[in-house]
């Protein structure tokens, strides 16, 4: 995958591709390219995340935080036809990628933007993320607690970690920030934890350090 997806503005060449994710519930044709997170296929942990995470809130604003090219964005926006799905990536070719793909899907309930486009007042429903786990520690540590204290009180964040990318130490962090943590499925070495509002001050800045 490289470390360009998490740049702005990737350096290598363009080469368009098109996967498919398909569901029990839906079927997505995606338009993917260099430089982008998994481009060649739907990543694994994205989809475990897809099949397994209970149905997203019917209504108000839901966050795909490192959007990529939009499978977990448009998932939402499918399932939840009513709420307004927010994609918030660094990477302009992915915004672009995901812009496209939600036209094809016919949907206008999804919008894609780097973190500055979204008002730093809006509070999400519900998170679903597959976290950009190869931009370090710090900067992952950086972007989760400027966006997990945005939940609602009864809102809920989805996150799908490798355990031998630090799903577990990632857990136990969390839980020490504040943030009720629970893992809710386990396949092919991915685990999906479940987190829940908790008391972490909500100053915080997002840096644009997203997928």
């Not at 966050?63 to 939009?70: I, M, S």
């Not at 939940?151 to 031998?164: E, I, M, S």
């Not at 009720?180 to 499925?185: C, H, Q, S």
Request: with cysteine.
């Amino acid at each position: 995958m490289g470390e360009h997806y998490f740049a702005g503005t990737p350096g290598t060449a363009s080469r368009r591709r098109t996967v498919d994710l398909v569901l029990p519930d839906l079927h997505l044709r995606l338009q993917t390219d260099s430089g982008v997170f998994s481009p060649d296929r739907v990543d694994p942990g994205t989809r475990i995340l897809l099949e397994t995470v209970p149905p997203p809130p019917e209504t108000g604003d839901l966050l795909d935080l490192g959007c990529g090219y939009g499978p977990i964005a448009l998932t939402l926006a499918r399932r939840s036809p009513q709420a307004s799905v927010w994609g918030v990536d660094v990477n302009e070719r992915a915004l672009t990628l995901a812009r496209e793909n939600a036209t094809t899907a016919g949907l206008d309930n999804v919008r894609f933007s780097p973190a500055d486009g979204i008002a730093p007042g809006l509070r999400f429903a519900a998170i679903w993320s597959n976290p950009p786990i190869r931009i370090g520690k710090a900067a992952l540590h950086d972007l989760l607690l400027a966006w997990l204290p945005r939940l609602t009180p009864t809102g809920a964040a989805h996150l799908v970690v490798q355990k031998h990318l630090g799903s577990d130490s990632l857990q136990r962090w969390l839980e020490t920030q504040g943030l009720p943590t629970e893992r809710i499925a386990s396949r092919s070495a991915y685990r999906v934890l479940r987190v829940s509002p908790g008391t972490v001050p909500s100053d915080h800045t997002p840096e644009g350090r997203t997928r």
